[in-house]
């Protein structure tokens, strides 16, 4: 079983930031991306960013400029730095991670439970 815990979430004024982390636990053998994903209320959902386990990233349109992922492969740990914060990204934030349960283990996407971020003055 893998199990993704997200943290990080909650109320912030526009303009502010937050820092969302994501932690991969459980028997898996690698990962190779890791990313977040948001939905907000009547809409699809969207990528925010993803990082490869090599370090390349990729952000979605709403997020260039403004948030920052990054990750701690020891730790099995992805991070979202939100910045310069928008009534917009007000979204239930998703970790996500396509990884292996072992060597010759096919890839599997896993998700988490969702993180809440409001923005909101």
């Known amino acids: 079983q893998v199990q993704l815990v997200e943290s990080g979430g909650g109320l912030v004024q526009p303009g502010g930031s937050l820092r969302l982390s994501c932690v991969a636990s459980?028997?898996?053998?690698?990962?190779?991306?890791m990313g977040w994903y948001r939905q907000a209320p009547g809409k699809q959902r969207e990528l925010v960013a993803s990082?490869?386990?090599?370090?390349?990233?990729n952000y979605g349109d709403s997020a260039k400029g403004r948030f920052t992922i990054s990750r701690d492969n020891a730790k099995n740990t992805v991070y979202l730095q939100m910045s310069s914060l928008k009534p917009e990204d007000t979204a239930v934030y998703y970790c996500?991670?396509?990884?292996?349960?072992?060597?010759?283990?096919?890839?599997?996407?896993?998700w988490g439970q969702g993180t809440q971020v409001t923005v909101s003055s």
């Open positions: 459980g028997s898996i053998f690698s990962i190779n991306v």
């Open positions: 996500n991670i396509n990884g292996r349960l072992g060597i010759a283990a096919p890839s599997v996407t896993y």
């Open positions: 990082i490869t386990n090599s370090g390349s990233t």
